[in-house]
């Protein structure tokens, strides 16, 4: 599968901002989907996670509450609605798609088979 984000941009603290993740191929409602970000000098970190259904969702504690993980299924995308951003929001945020992971690979980035390019947040003060 192959993944295509889209959506980032420059926004002040306090904005609200979606992210879309487009899969090609077959089969996108057997991929768990995961978003992760990647702020300069930092390690890529887990942000949200839903599994295939869509039924369930997990997040990164510095997200919860204030970000929202969907997809639609019959359109191959995932979301990942930002609201209330901070500038510790600012990174490049990737999405991935997940195979045959499990749930102790939600939240880690090496659980995933397939990543996308990566679109760029930056979140002034």
């Known amino acids: 599968v192959q993944l295509q984000a889209s959506g980032g941009g420059l926004v002040q603290a306090g904005a609200s901002l979606r992210l879309s993740c487009a899969a090609s191929?077959?089969?996108?409602?057997?991929?768990?989907m995961g978003w992760f970000r990647q702020a300069p000098g930092k390690e890529r970190e887990f942000v949200a996670t839903?599994?295939?259904?869509?039924?369930?969702?997990y997040y990164a504690d510095s997200v919860k509450g204030r970000f929202t993980i969907s997809r639609d299924n019959a359109r191959n995308t995932v979301f990942l609605q930002m609201n209330s951003l901070k500038p510790e929001d600012t990174a490049v945020y990737y999405c991935?798609?997940?195979?045959?992971?499990?749930?102790?690979?939600?939240?880690?980035?090496?659980?995933?088979?397939?990543w996308g390019r990566g679109t760029l947040v930056t979140v002034s003060s």
């Open positions: 839903i599994v295939r259904s869509g039924g369930t969702t």
């Open positions: 191929g077959r089969s996108f409602s057997t991929y768990v």
């Open positions: 991935a798609a997940c195979a045959s992971c499990r749930y102790s690979d939600y939240t880690r980035p090496s659980g995933y088979d397939y």
